[in-house]
């Protein structure tokens, strides 16, 4: 099984930028679809990017453009850019890991970790 590890999160003005990374343990992290999902206060949990194994990227709505998924698989590595921060970003990102980007949801989950975006 893969065993998920997120970080990289902070405390960020508007307009700034982080870099989340997730680091995974287990042999299989190459063969499985990649995704952060987050969860603001009071909000459920949605998603927001996902990278398959082969390189494919999706992307929620509210995100592209200013977001940016990728992986480099000899780290067992997964990453999520995000750029032009605006204060509705604030939330806890958790990191989940599929066989595919469709399951991912059904998958491997990390431990989250805070990002808040002041204005």
């Known amino acids: 099984q893969v065993q998920l590890v997120e970080a990289g999160g902070g405390l960020v003005q508007a307009g700034g930028s982080l870099r989340l990374s997730c680091a995974a343990s287990?042999?299989?992290?190459?063969?499985?679809?990649m995704g952060w999902f987050r969860q603001a206060p009071g909000k459920e949990r949605e998603f927001v990017a996902a990278?398959?194994?082969?390189?494919?990227?999706s992307y929620a709505d509210s995100v592209k453009g200013r977001f940016t998924i990728s992986r480099d698989n000899a780290k067992n590595t997964a990453y999520l850019q995000m750029n032009s921060l605006k204060p509705e970003d604030t939330a806890v990102y958790y990191c989940?890991?599929?066989?595919?980007?469709?399951?991912?949801?059904?998958?491997?989950w990390g431990q989250g970790t805070q990002v808040t975006v002041s204005s």
């Open positions: 989940a890991a599929g066989t595919t980007i469709a399951t991912i949801a059904q998958g491997r």
């Open positions: 287990g042999r299989t992290f190459s063969s499985n679809a």
């Open positions: 990278i398959s194994w082969g390189g494919t990227t």
